[in-house]
């Protein structure tokens, strides 16, 4: 393709995301598999500048607005969700691909394949941002940061001086992290069957920092097209989420359940960690998720597993099933805000109001799964979201609901044994906090409970759900 059928391919595809409601990279996909004429490298090219876009969103979109305000006849600034896909796209071209007014009329020409010619405001646009910094000291800190107005105001009260720095990193393209399959090799052979790599290229990866079976990707790879993903012996997993499933201590002979267990990520780990020895039920409210795993389950060589679909986290199976797991795991649904990085299109759109709902949800979830913890036996509570009130605030509100019920142990004290003695553990207090800026990896959340009492109470609102 040339580079102005590229062009409009990036504003259509930006166009696409906008209006739907389904997350950036599946929107991608189906773009791209009804357009099979595309071949790899435009794809590269058109996603690079669509996921730019959107990397840098609320500065380009603050950007036109100022030069909207000072060409425009009636120097007004347009709204904030009116301007379009085409016009923060042209303003990527010009403020991170540094094109001038030629350049970018050389790109829209209205040949075919081509986007349209500029108009007149367009032109203004351009010859008023060409030569302007990215950043601009009257820029708002959230716009700098790239998040929305009232993220920014949650986040600071928990990151201080560091929350600059963390909205920062945030905006980087995220690493491509593998969990190494135990069940199938160890971490060296696995970096040796990857430089196999494909008929195209050698996959080279290293180890990881905090987590024994993490390997990091030196730089993008088709790393479906290798045999070492093929055979199972790596998946693809952030190297913090990684860390939440070692800190939940499965071994060898016990029950566990992965309680939101989504596509099976973690329910992967955590057959590894138990050698497919025990029982594991991975349980989510979503049939599809649920039946996506099985692939996944079946490459891995994960055979102790049982898959279970929810009516809702107060299912009737939670009551019959309670106080007969060793571990229970609760990777609840959250804000995300910990893997902004990997989907820059999900911090536009969540809203005060999902989070209000998400954390209503986290609660009734956390209440009624730690239901099924035996006696002496653990609740791992970890979300990827960077807001107190996804984490700490979720814990400690279910400790004083709980009384002496359950306590909290302290990740400092767990992590020698539980995830790697020849690192030392990167937080000192109780819970497990990560970011992208500290840690370079995922933001993520993990607070482990033990349950002490004999008998558990029934919790407000973990009542089964009425008969129909």
């Not at 290293?206 to 790879?221: D, E, K, Q, T």
Request: aromatic share 6%; net charge neutral.
């Amino acid at each position: 393709m040339k580079d102005d059928a590229r062009l409009q391919a990036a504003i259509d595809l930006l166009e696409t995301i906008a209006g739907t409601s389904r997350p950036a990279d599946g929107t991608a996909a189906a773009f791209f598999r009804d357009r099979r004429f595309i071949g790899s490298k435009d794809r590269r090219a058109i996603s690079m500048r669509v996921w730019g876009t959107m990397r840098h969103w609320a500065r380009l979109t603050w950007w036109f607005r100022e030069a909207a305000a000072d060409t425009w006849a009636n120097g007004e600034r347009p709204d904030w969700d009116s301007i379009r896909p085409r016009a923060r796209i042209l303003t990527y071209l010009v403020l991170v691909e540094g094109m001038g007014l030629a350049g970018v009329d050389g790109l829209c020409t209205g040949e075919i394949y081509a986007p349209r010619p500029l108009n007149e405001h367009e032109r203004a646009v351009v010859r008023f941002l060409r030569g302007k910094p990215l950043n601009h000291n009257g820029m708002p800190v959230w716009v700098r940061g790239e998040v929305p107005a009232w993220v920014a105001t949650y986040l600071k009260d928990i990151y201080g001086d560091h929350l600059p720095t963390l909205l920062d990193a945030l905006t980087k393209e995220a690493p491509v992290d593998l969990r190494v399959n135990t069940l199938k090799c160890d971490r060296d052979n696995a970096i040796i069957a990857l430089a196999e790599g494909t008929d195209e290229e050698s996959v080279e990866a290293v180890p990881g920092h905090y987590s024994p079976l993490a390997l990091r990707l030196a730089g993008r790879a088709n790393l479906a097209a290798t045999n070492a993903f093929r055979g199972g012996l790596v998946e693809v997993q952030d190297e913090g989420s990684q860390l939440v499933a070692l800190l939940a201590g499965a071994r060898p002979g016990m029950s566990v359940v992965d309680f939101c267990a989504g596509a099976g990520g973690k329910t992967l780990a955590l057959a590894a960690e138990m050698q497919n020895k025990g029982r594991l039920v991975a349980c989510d409210v979503s049939q599809g998720r649920v039946d996506r795993s099985a692939e996944r389950l079946k490459r891995a060589g994960a055979h102790n597993v049982t898959r279970r679909v929810l009516s809702s986290e107060t299912d009737k199976w939670v009551k019959r099933s309670k106080g007969t797991y060793d571990r229970v795991l609760i990777d609840a649904p959250c804000s995300g805000t910990g893997t902004w990085r990997r989907n820059p299109d999900a911090k536009w759109r969540m809203s005060e109001e999902m989070l209000a709902e998400l954390t209503a949800l986290q609660a009734r979830i956390l209440r009624s799964a730690a239901r099924l913890a035996k006696p002496g036996g653990r609740v791992i509570y970890a979300t990827c979201s960077l807001l107190p009130e996804e984490n700490e605030r979720q814990v400690e509100s279910f400790l004083a609901e709980q009384g002496a019920a359950y306590r909290l142990l302290s990740v400092a004290d767990l992590w020698p044994e539980l995830v790697n003695p020849a690192v030392p553990c990167p937080v000192s207090g109780p819970y497990l906090r990560l970011d992208p800026a500290e840690h370079d990896t995922d933001g993520f959340f993990v607070a482990v409970l033990e349950r002490l009492e004999t008998a558990t109470p029934e919790a407000p609102g973990a009542e089964d759900e009425p008969q129909a």
